[in-house]
T-cell receptor, first 115, second 114 residues
Framework: AQSVTQLGSHVSVSEGALVLLRCNYS??????LFWYVQYPNQGLQLLLK??????LVKGINGFEAEFKKSETSFHLTKPSAHMSDAAEYFC?????????????FGSGTRLSIRP | DGGITQSPKYLFRKEGQNVTLSCEQN?????MYWYRQDPGQGLRLIYY???????QKGDIAEGYSVSREKKESFPLTVTSAQKNPTAFYLC?????????????FGPGTRLLVL
């Protein structure tokens, strides 16, 4: 069965520093992977998705993620953090065993930005 | 302006009461979903519907019910059988049945118990 593990429930970085949010997945077949962002008391917004094309995926707001099959990872990065990046981030994988578009979410990582 | 709307933003439930959360989409998406979010946890799937007049239980369907009478609407009822309903509820939709499809989310409804 597919699963997602996000390492670190809370990450804090200084403004202007590199952002690295870690995600490892488990899947018996090539997965489809997603990163979503959630601002307080709001719904989830898609940042980027991997669908077996290029392994380096660029998303909105300057974020990108690299699919590494050998490491079963899909870490999210941004070269320079901005105060507006403070939010909760969810990594997710498609449930390929399901006939529906079911997605399995990680438990989330809260990103804080220090001035 | 296409999107998903959820109402109300906040909802209060009394003991033994059923409450219904609204979810409407004008994206012409076939599939719709309901998730529950608790602090420090990811999203858990309650129910999903791939097509009008059809829906399936997700991972935590007990104490909840849904209907899908129209393509654009997928209301969720939290029944009195749900003993711990306090949570943030998110509705989502996706275009088509392929498992690679992106889900788009509404703004959420926060349910609180009086």
């Amino acid at each position: 069965a597919q699963s997602v593990t996000q390492l670190g429930s809370h990450v804090s970085v200084s403004e202007g520093a590199l952002v690295l949010l870690r995600c490892n997945y488990s899947s018996s077949v090539p997965p489809y992977l997603f990163w979503y962002v959630q601002y307080p008391n709001q719904g989830l917004q898609l940042l980027l998705k991997y669908t077996s094309a290029a392994t380096l995926v660029k998303g909105i707001n300057g974020f990108e993620a690299e699919f590494k099959k050998s490491e079963t990872s899909f870490h999210l990065t941004k070269p320079s953090a901005h105060m507006s990046d403070a939010a909760e981030y969810f990594c997710a994988v498609s449930d390929l065993k399901s006939s529906a578009s079911k997605i399995i979410f990680g438990s989330g990582t809260r990103l804080s930005i220090r001035p | 302006d296409g999107g998903i709307t959820q109402s109300p933003k906040y909802l209060f439930r009394k003991e033994g009461q059923n409450v219904t959360l609204s979810c409407e989409q004008n994206l012409n998406h076939d599939a719709m979903y309901w998730y529950r979010q608790d602090p420090g946890q990811g999203l858990r799937l309650i129910y999903y519907s791939q097509i009008v007049n059809d829906f399936q239980k997700g991972d935590i369907a007990e104490g909840y019910s849904v209907s899908r009478e129209k393509k654009e609407s997928f209301p969720l009822t939290v029944t009195s059988a749900q003993k711990n309903p306090t949570a943030f509820y998110l509705c989502a939709s996706s275009d088509g049945l392929a498992n690679k499809e992106t889900q788009y989310f509404g703004p959420g409804t926060r349910l609180l118990v009086l």
